[in-house]
Every structure is written in structure tokens, then in C-alpha cells.
């Protein structure tokens, strides 16, 4: 089955605990993107991957991290997370990045207290 | 920069009645437009897209929207609305930032469908 995986679902931690939330897909796609989404926000893109070895920030990237040094996996770090990270995360990938759409993740809710 | 404006947070109609969900957008350039739907728990799903052509798009389970360029609208529309069509619905734009190249994907901020049986 075609799909995009993340872990953990849920996640509560520590101000300035680091932590990698995972994301692997199985449809061989060459675009990779991380989303946060918040309330009255809508989603806004973190970062994103056009393919192996090449990411670039997206919207909202301060106090994030990625790579891709896979094709199926574009893990988040975050350093030192901070109370405004809570957040619901989702991860997406597509074909390419233009006029294709995205299939995305089941998301991960993070609490950072 | 570009934007995308949903400007209803929730949208209520009866079971059997049409539907419309309203989605206007400002970029600079031609715009690839799409709308995913979000039902509780889950990720977003993939419903329909304009890319070029037939300003009228058809998607899955019956939904529809329509490009209006002079409006810079993307309304997404369902001629007989289901409970089952209750969720959260998102509209997007893909177009080039000439500042950056970097061909940027924005999200609207949502809107909630309740369809009343």
C-alpha cells in the first residue's frame, strides 16, 4: 500500500530535550516536505527536499532541522525544542514539486512543556 | 508573495443540498490550485487540482471546483452535500516567488464543513 509513515503519533517532552520525528515513504517520490499545522493558521511548510542531498527552508524553519539522505526518509529535528513548537506535525511527499499533488502522513502531535 | 484566503471557518448545510466552499488567492504568475480534505485524526487527502485548461475540475467523491482567473477564486462545490462530506477542507496554491525562485506551496486556513442529515 502506497503511504507515508511517521513516528512517534504522539509525542510530550521537555523544554530543550532534543527529539527526531520520523518520515519514510514508499512511493519512490523525489519531493519530501514537513508541515506544521496550528489552528486559524492553516498548514505552513517547515522545510522541504527536492530530492536526496538537497533540502531548503520552507515558510516557518527556525528551530528545526532535516535531511535526506535517503530517498524514502526526510526525518525532523528539533534541537532544542520550545513551548511554540507544540504543534501538530505532518509529513508529505509527492513526485516532484510542481503540479503534483501531495500524499501525506497521519501527522504527530508534539507537546513541548 | 502569494496568499490564499478561505474566508468562511465553517461552512453548514443540509444532507442533499449543494455545497460551496470558498477559496480566493493572490500570486504573482499562473497558479497550480488544489484542495485537500482533512477528516478527524487523519492527514490530508488529495481531492481535485488545476493545473491548466477546463476551468471546471472534477475530483473524488463527487466534489468539483471551479478556476474563475478574473476572480483569482477556486470554489470547491458538491451538488448534493452527504454527513459523510463533513471534515475540514483546505485550500492551496503552488506558484513561483520571484524573489526566491523557490516555487512555493501555501495552504488557506481551513474550513469546516458540517453537513447537517
Known amino acids: 500500500e502506497a503511504q507515508v509513515t511517521q513516528n512517534p503519533r504522539y509525542l510530550i517532552t521537555v523544554t530543550g530535550k532534543k527529539l527526531t520525528v520520523t518520515c519514510s515513504q514508499n512511493?519512490?517520490?523525489?519531493?519530501m516536505s514537513w508541515y506544521r499545522q496550528d489552528p486559524g493558521l492553516g498548514l505552513r511548510q517547515i522545510y522541504y527536499?527536492?530530492?536526496?542531498?538537497?533540502?531548503d527552508k520552507g515558510d516557518v524553519p527556525e528551530g528545526y532541522k532535516v535531511s535526506r539522505k535517503e530517498k524514502r526518509n526526510f526525518p525532523l529535528i528539533l534541537e532544542s525544542p520550545s513551548p511554540n513548537q507544540t504543534s501538530l506535525y505532518f509529513c508529505?511527499?509527492?513526485?516532484?514539486?510542481?503540479?503534483?499533488?501531495?500524499?501525506f502522513g497521519p501527522g504527530t502531535r508534539l507537546t513541548v512543556t | 508573495a502569494q496568499s490564499v484566503a478561505q474566508p468562511e471557518d465553517q461552512v453548514n448545510v443540509a444532507e442533499g443540498n449543494p455545497l460551496t466552499v470558498k477559496c480566493t488567492y493572490s500570486?504573482?504568475?499562473?497558479?497550480?490550485l488544489f484542495w485537500y480534505v482533512q477528516y478527524p485524526n487523519r492527514g490530508l487527502q488529495f481531492l481535485l487540482k488545476?493545473?491548466?485548461?477546463?476551468?471546471l475540475v472534477k475530483g473524488s467523491y463527487g466534489f468539483e471546483a471551479e478556476f474563475n482567473k478574473s476572480q483569482t477564486s477556486f470554489h470547491l462545490k458538491k451538488p448534493s452535500a452527504l454527513v459523510s462530506d463533513s471534515a475540514l477542507y483546505f485550500c492551496?496554491?503552488?506558484?513561483?516567488?520571484?524573489?526566491?525562485?523557490?516555487?512555493?506551496?501555501?495552504f488557506g486556513s481551513g474550513t469546516r464543513l458540517q453537513v447537517q442529515p
Open positions: 527536499s527536492m530530492n536526496v542531498e538537497v533540502t
Open positions: 512511493m519512490n517520490h523525489e519531493y
Open positions: 492551496a496554491v503552488r506558484a513561483l516567488l520571484m524573489d526566491t525562485g523557490r516555487r512555493a506551496l501555501t
Open positions: 488545476y493545473i491548466t485548461g477546463d476551468n
Open positions: 500570486v504573482s504568475g499562473n497558479p497550480y
Open positions: 508529505a511527499s509527492s513526485l516532484s514539486g510542481g503540479h503534483y499533488e501531495q500524499y
